[in-house]
Nanobody, 114 residues
Framework: QWQFVESGGGLVQPGGSLRLSCAAP????????MAWYRQAPGEQREVVAR???????IYENWVKDRFIISRDNAKNTMYLQMNSLRREDTAVYYC????????WGQGTQVTVSA
């Protein structure tokens, strides 16, 4: 299946948690630094966090220790554990390579609302 498949989004109250998953084709995933992105309504798509094949991570400053990115190379799957969610985290979340992006998947909607 030649696409990224994101899942795990939903409606959550402020302060809540969600865990997103991204399933990828092996050749699109294993040798590459991967990233989670998000796009809020009316905004540009932005990077949330990156993880390289060895598991080293880089986060955008605004994440502020709330999110944890990880990957399972044996399963060609990447994860984003999101804690202390805020209304401004509402967006569609996507996964892709950090550079030389491949076609985008459908994304998974995260809505943070009381």
């Amino acid at each position: 299946q030649w696409q990224f498949v994101e899942s795990g989004g939903g409606l959550v109250q402020p302060g809540g948690s969600l865990r997103l998953s991204c399933a990828a084709p092996e050749s699109w995933f294993r040798p590459y630094t991967m990233a989670w992105y998000r796009q809020a309504p009316g905004e540009q798509r932005e990077v949330v966090a990156r993880v390289n094949p060895a598991g080293m991570t880089i986060y955008e400053n605004w994440v502020k220790d709330r999110f944890i990115i990880s990957r399972d190379n044996a399963k060609n799957t990447m994860y984003l554990q999101m804690n202390s969610l805020r209304r401004e985290d509402t967006a569609v979340y996507y996964c892709n390579r950090a550079v030389d992006v491949m076609p985008w998947g459908q994304g998974t909607q995260v809505t943070v609302s009381a």
